[in-house]
């Protein structure tokens, strides 16, 4: 019995860190759009990663897996309409998000792994198309 809650406790966890950073997310490129600018993905979370990964539509689950370097059952193929971005710490998935292009598009990065310190992303003024800072204009 006790094993059955902790286990939907853990997924009710997961859940509702999805939705706390999807809001965070989409707020920050909402705000960086107005005027165009830099923001750092560390500043939006509130749980411990140490590589940020992201997949664009099309990709799919053996790609996922052989580029996480793991057999990560949460693999799987991702839709036109987001970005699949998956956060992990010490070989481990620790929070998974699918990320509608509407809300804010990773689509267009030509680097799709980053440590925390270079997760630095930039969003051109009344766009919502996400870069690494690096690749900005």
């Known amino acids: 019995m006790l094993l059955t809650w902790s286990v939907g406790l853990f997924g009710c966890g997961k859940s509702k860190a999805r939705e706390a950073l999807t809001a965070k997310l989409v707020q920050r490129v909402s705000a960086v759009s ?24 099309y990709i799919g689950e053996e790609l996922i897996k052989d580029r996480l370097g793991m057999d990560w059952s949460g693999a799987r193929e991702v839709y036109d309409t987001e ?4 956060f992990v710490k ?23 792994r980053f440590g925390q310190d270079d997760a630095m992303f930039t969003v051109s003024p009344g766009e919502k198309q996400i870069v690494h800072a690096t690749q900005a204009p």
């Not at 830099?38 to 539509?57: G, S």
């Not at 970005?83 to 998956?86: D, E, G, K, N, Q």
């Not at 929070?95 to 598009?105: A, E, I, K, N, V």
């Open 34 to 57: 107005a005027a165009g600018g830099t923001f750092h993905l560390a500043e939006l979370t509130d749980f411990e990663w140490d590589t940020f990964h992201v997949f664009t539509p």
């Open 83 to 86: 970005c699949l971005l998956v």
């Open 90 to 112: 010490g070989g481990d998935v620790v929070l998974d998000l699918s990320f509608p292009r509407h809300q804010g598009d990773f689509s267009n990065m030509k680097q799709r």
